[in-house]
């Protein structure tokens, strides 16, 4: 039950960074507005994958906190490095969104995180 949470946290990772990579401008657009939709959909897509967690791991309901927990390790620690190397990572990108970034990081795998807890306890 260890790896599958694993390699999706890694598939996670990937796919956040290559959305930052390609489309990286679109999320970092000046007024409140952009900022306040951007940590929506990141609430809004966290919240949803740790409520489905265990159903996207075909795991019992009461795991989801568990797996949920296994799979933001790696992107966790995969997001805090590429915010510590932002303008390597993503060189058409203000340095200074560094912080924004790895807000919005810590934003989703927290909302992910509660909605497993969540999940968890109404098992």
Do not use: C
């Not at 956040?16 to 970092?28: K, T």
């Not at 933001?72 to 924004?100: T, Y």
């Amino acid at each position: 039950m260890t790896v599958k949470p694993l390699g999706l946290g890694f598939v996670i990772a990937a796919a956040i960074f290559a959305l930052f990579w390609l489309a990286g401008p679109w999320f970092f657009q000046e007024g409140r507005r952009p900022f306040q939709l951007n940590f929506t959909a990141g609430a809004a897509l966290g919240l949803g994958l740790g409520l489905s967690i265990d159903r996207i791991l075909r795991v019992p309901r009461k795991a989801a906190s568990h797996v949920m927990g296994l799979a933001a390790v790696p992107g966790m620690l995969i997001m805090a490095a590429v915010g510590s190397h932002f303008a390597v990572f993503f060189p058409r990108l203000d340095p200074g969104l560094d912080k924004v970034f790895g807000s919005l990081m810590l934003w989703f795998y927290g909302f992910a995180l509660s909605g497993a807890l969540w999940a968890a306890r109404r098992a």
